[in-house]
């Protein structure tokens, strides 16, 4: 299959750390990445090849992929990090897929 | 700095054909390891992949709307453009396109313009 599957959302308290899921066969065969949306913006890279981050990005966000399961990890999170994430790789079959996406609060 | 922007009707009517624009700035698609992708996002739903066209003419379109879809570039404009026939209802959001980097599996969309929303009306 070349669906990613996340959960639709999470709350994390201010300064703890958020991981969000993205799994989906054998993604860890392939490379993810990840994009944070705000509220009536376009998606940003937050990271890229599993585990790098794009210039400007904060050294709080990292990334990891292995198995059938990419994380992104964003710890001491902050009240601006809260928004939606998208987990996106590349298929053989089906070339770009997205995950579902889950919307991050911080409450 | 890297720009990308989208034009073409905010309103198309059931049945018609979507012509969007996507104009660049500070990248060529003459240029080797270059692609442009279009991306759509109905209000309050998540991304869709539609469309990805190369620097050396390669086109690649999403499975479920390939019938649909046309991608085509005029690399003396910078620009890219997509066609999507028979337009439905559900076809309303948001339409981004963006400039994708990487290679094989190692693929990522760095910069993102900033999207035109299309309402498709009955």
């Known amino acids: 299959s070349s669906e990613l599957t996340q959960p639709p959302s999470l709350s994390v308290s201010p300064g703890h750390t958020a991981s969000i899921t993205c799994s989906g066969d054998?993604?860890?065969?392939?490379?993810a990445c990840w994009y944070q949306q705000k509220p009536g913006q376009s998606p940003v890279l937050v990271i890229y090849q599993d585990s790098k981050r794009p210039s400007g990005i904060p050294e709080r966000f990292s990334g990891s992929n292995s198995g059938n399961t990419a994380t992104l990890t964003i710890r001491g999170t902050q009240a601006m990090d809260e928004a939606d994430y998208y987990c996106q790789a590349w298929d053989s079959s089906t070339a770009v897929v997205f995950g579902g996406g889950t919307k991050l609060t911080v409450l | 700095q890297v720009t990308l922007k989208e034009s073409g009707p905010a309103l198309v009517k059931a049945t018609q054909t979507l012509t969007l624009t996507c104009t660049f700035s500070?990248?060529?698609?003459?240029?080797?390891?270059?692609?442009v992708s279009w991306i759509r996002q109905p209000p309050g739903k998540a991304l869709e992949w539609l469309a990805r066209i190369d620097w050396d003419d390669d086109k690649f379109y999403s499975t479920s709307l390939k019938t649909r879809l046309t991608i085509s570039k005029d690399t003396s404009k910078n620009q890219v453009v997509l066609t999507m026939t028979n337009m439905d209802p559900v076809d309303t959001a948001t339409y981004y396109c963006?400039?994708?980097?990487?290679?094989?599996?190692?693929?990522?969309?760095?910069?993102w313009g900033q999207g035109t929303l299309v309402t498709v009306s009955s």
């Open positions: 963006a400039r994708g980097s990487g290679d094989g599996y190692n693929f990522f969309f760095d910069y």
């Open positions: 500070e990248f060529s698609l003459i240029t080797t390891g270059m692609r």
């Open positions: 054998k993604l860890g065969d392939k490379y």
